[in-house]
Nanobody, 119 residues
Framework: QLQASGGGLVQSGGSLRLSCVAS??????????MGWYRQAPEIERELVAAVSSTGSANYADSVKGRFTISRDNAKNTVYLQMNNLKPEDTAVYYCHALYTLRRVDFGSWGQGTQVTVSS
């Protein structure tokens, strides 16, 4: 339903851009908040950044000034531009989207994309 891509191996200080696009039965849905989470081994999944349907964004303190989240509502896609990457950013990154159908709120997760930052 949500397809994430763009992960990879990069050196410290490098950049990556993650993308997450909706497909299938939820492709035409208007999403509310969309965001990116990450999970490193033996660490709980944490919110990295989120963006509302109007474009208002918030970030984890650890990525402020380095990461930028954006979305294209026409394409039902959310992006995460990651600059000045650090080894501690290494994790599996998951996209997430909230939507409402018939007054019921739902959440959908992408499959995750690995980001590895070498020192």
């Amino acid at each position: 339903q949500l397809q994430a891509s763009g992960g990879g191996l990069v050196q410290s200080g490098g950049s990556l851009r993650l993308s997450c696009v909706a497909s299938g039965s939820i492709f035409s849905i208007t999403f509310n908040d969309m965001g990116w989470y990450r999970q490193a081994p033996e660490i709980e999944r944490e919110l990295v950044a989120a963006v509302s349907s109007t474009g208002s964004a918030n970030y984890a303190d650890s990525v402020k000034g380095r990461f930028t989240i954006s979305r294209d509502n026409a394409k039902n896609t959310v992006y995460l531009q990651m600059n000045n990457l650090k080894p501690e950013d290494t994790a599996v990154y998951y996209c997430h989207a909230l939507y409402t159908l018939r007054r019921v709120d739902f959440g959908s997760w992408g499959q995750g994309t690995q980001v590895t930052v070498s020192s």
